[in-house]
Each structure stands twice: as structure tokens, then as C-alpha cells.
């Protein structure tokens, strides 16, 4: 990383944290016994990357989904319109459980429980927050969790990104 031409340039979150960088890399010069693999085969690297990052969501995933479920589930409200969007997402989330478990969370489903969790997790924060009503306005234990909640849907590879791997390498549909 202190090679001559390598520009880390650290991007600042809403959360106010600076998690990650764009890294930049300008005719850096490197040893043979640098490689990671053959000639050529870092886009294979930089895929099987990204694809465990995602795949996260299998048995280590399926224990903290499990939590947040149980936790969602314990959220009281007295407005019925909210308290029907809590039960959808407890379904979404049990769906989510069910593929997991049937799955094992091996690599071709990492991109679509990538998309459910991360797109589950927003979907909570929002509706947690709105639970709480004036007081979802607090700073307070809470506001940093709810501020990182869309990173989520972007970090790994964004929501959209997924619909396409799913689309293309899953299901086979055209471009
Ligand atoms: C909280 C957080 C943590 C992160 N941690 C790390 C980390 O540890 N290490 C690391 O290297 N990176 C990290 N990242 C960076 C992350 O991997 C990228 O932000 C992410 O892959 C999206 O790439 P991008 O920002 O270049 O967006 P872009 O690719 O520029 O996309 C911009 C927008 O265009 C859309 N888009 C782009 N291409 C297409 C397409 N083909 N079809 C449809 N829509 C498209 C995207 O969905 C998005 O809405 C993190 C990001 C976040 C938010």
C-alpha cells in the first residue's frame, strides 16, 4: 500500500465514520512473487471476493437474521397500517430464513440473500424509526444504526448489481 502510485483517498459516510477508501493504482510497479494467482485471472480473484463477501449472509448470517427477527417481532404498535407492514416484513424475513437454511448459503444464492437481507434490514430501520414516532427524531443509541442502514444496500455490490447477477447468472435471462 506504500508502493510509489498507489492513492488512497478515504470516503467520509453519513455516519460521519471513513470505513473505506477509493484506492487508486497509477503504473505501480510490483515483484513476480506479488501475484496472487496466474497472469490475467485477477478479475476471477476480484469475483470469488466479492462473491464470499456477499455469501456472508449463510449460517453466521442466519443466526443474526434469527435475533433480528425475534427483536422485530417483539415491536409493539398501536397503528394497524404500521403494524401491517411489520408482518410483511417478518414474512420477507422468514422467506429470507427458509432459502438460507435449504440453501446452506452456498455461492450461487449469495448475491439473492445479499439483496433480501440488506434490502430487509433498510426496510426495518425505516419502520422501527416510524414506531417510534417523535422520538425516532433523537439522537441517540439508535441514530447510527439507522444512518448505516443504506450504505448496506450499496456496500458489497449495490442492490441493483444483484437484481443483475440474479437475472444474468441465475435465471438465465438476457441482458
Ligand atoms: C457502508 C459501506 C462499506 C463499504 N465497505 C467497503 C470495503 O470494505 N471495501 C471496499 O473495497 N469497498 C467498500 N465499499 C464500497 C462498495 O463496494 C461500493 O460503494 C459499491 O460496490 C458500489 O460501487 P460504487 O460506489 O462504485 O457505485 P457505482 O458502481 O458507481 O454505482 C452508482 C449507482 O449506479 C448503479 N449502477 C451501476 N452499475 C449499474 C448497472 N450495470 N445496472 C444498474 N445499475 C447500476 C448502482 O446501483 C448505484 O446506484 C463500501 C460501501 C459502503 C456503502
Redesign the pocket.
Known sequence: MHAPGVDVRPLK?MTGDE??CEVFLDDVPMPTDAMLGPEYGGWLVAMQVLQDERGSSGTAGLISLERRLAHLASLKGDDRVLGDELVRLLVRGHALKTMLMRSGGGPALSSAAKLMRTELEFDAEILENKLRDANGLLLDERTERFL?AP??K????????QR?IIAERILGLPR
Do not use: H, K, L, R
Open positions: 459516510q470505513e473505506f448505516y450504505g448496506m450499496i456496500a458489497g455490490g449495490s442492490s441493483e448489481i443483475n
